[in-house]
């Protein structure tokens, strides 16, 4: 006699043979964009370097490159993007309604957000730094850590300031200003001796004053930037990495590393040649 349990079995096994195998198992987003033939990116227009307008009103930064990187290895064009202008607490609601593909919006990792969507490997590590006068009394963070309370930082408002100064500098005094062009003014006139915030921010300022201004050479506080795509779809998640891996590792090398020194000023060390970097 043929058991219930395999009667079922037969008739389940029956029915997705007939059906063609597309249909046994539900499409990736990898499959829709390629379909549709671009890629609908979600990023911001206003945080130079990362997402900002050129003087010829075109999308620039260092997000706006990420979403390009992923562009060419869809369809070897990295032009072929629709750019969906977000704020930042649009972030997440735009990748979880599927309003974008992805968005890559300097968008901190955390645990709490990888709950909410699924993140990318990291394209770019965050941190505080410190912004000196090339011409300046003190030379590095040494220096300034060396000085104790003669030192003064400037430093955007905020109610963890002096807390996040303190953790590089104890004895520094803070002054805090209502904005980041301020704090960089108060370095510039002397009543702050460097000027305290994000490290790709400082290096963007002094990319564009070149010779005025140098990093301290000491940087803390880190976060780490990826992208994000909806849960669930695991092609799509690793045809972004490997994407983004190449880029930073591989055969896309040269671009990653021209928009590095576009909006950051630095130039990248070439990946090493022979054993993979990633596992040593």
């Known amino acids: 006699m043929i058991s219930k349990f395999t009667a079922v079995a037969g008739f389940v096994a029956a029915v997705l043979a007939g059906m063609p195998a597309h249909?046994?198992?539900?499409?990736?987003?990898?499959?829709?964009?390629?379909?549709?033939g671009h890629l609908i990116l979600g990023t911001g227009s206003t945080n130079a370097p990362w997402h900002f307008k050129s003087a010829e009103d075109k999308l620039q930064g260092f997000d706006v490159d990420m979403g390009?990187?992923?562009?060419?290895?869809?369809?070897?064009?990295?032009?072929?993007?629709e750019f969906v202008n977000q704020s930042s607490d649009a972030r997440i609601p735009n990748i979880t309604t599927g309003k974008v593909d992805i968005t890559c919006q300097f968008m901190t990792v955390t645990g709490e957000r990888a709950q909410q969507v699924a993140f990318t490997i990291p394209y770019y590590r965050e941190g505080v730094g410190l912004m000196l006068k090339a011409d300046g009394k003190y030379g590095d963070y040494e220096a300034l850590k060396a000085a104790?309370?003669?030192?003064?930082?400037?430093?955007?408002?905020?109610?963890?300031?002096?807390?996040?100064?303190?953790?590089?500098?104890?004895?520094?005094?803070?002054?805090?200003?209502?904005?980041?062009?301020?704090?960089?003014?108060?370095?510039?006139?002397?009543?702050a001796d460097a000027a305290a915030t994000d490290q790709s921010s400082l290096a963007w300022y002094m990319t564009q004053n070149s010779g005025r201004y140098k990093d301290a050479g000491y940087g803390w506080n880190p976060q780490t930037y990826a992208c994000g795509v909806r849960r669930g779809d695991q092609d799509w998640l690793n045809f972004v990495n490997t994407a983004l891996h190449e880029a930073m590792t591989g055969v896309e090398f040269d671009f990653y590393a021209k928009s590095f020194k576009t909006w950051f000023g630095k130039d990248l060390t070439p990946p090493e040649i022979g054993f993979p970097v990633e596992y040593k």
């Open 148 to 191: 104790g309370s003669s030192v003064t930082i400037s430093v955007l408002q905020n109610v963890y300031a002096e807390d996040m100064v303190h953790a590089a500098l104890p004895e520094a005094a803070v002054d805090q200003y209502e904005s980041v062009d301020l704090i960089y003014q108060a370095l510039e006139s002397g009543r």
């Open 23 to 36: 249909a046994q198992q539900a499409s990736s987003k990898l499959d829709e964009v390629l379909s549709r």
């Open 68 to 81: 390009r990187i992923i562009a060419k290895a869809l369809f070897g064009d990295p032009e072929k993007i």
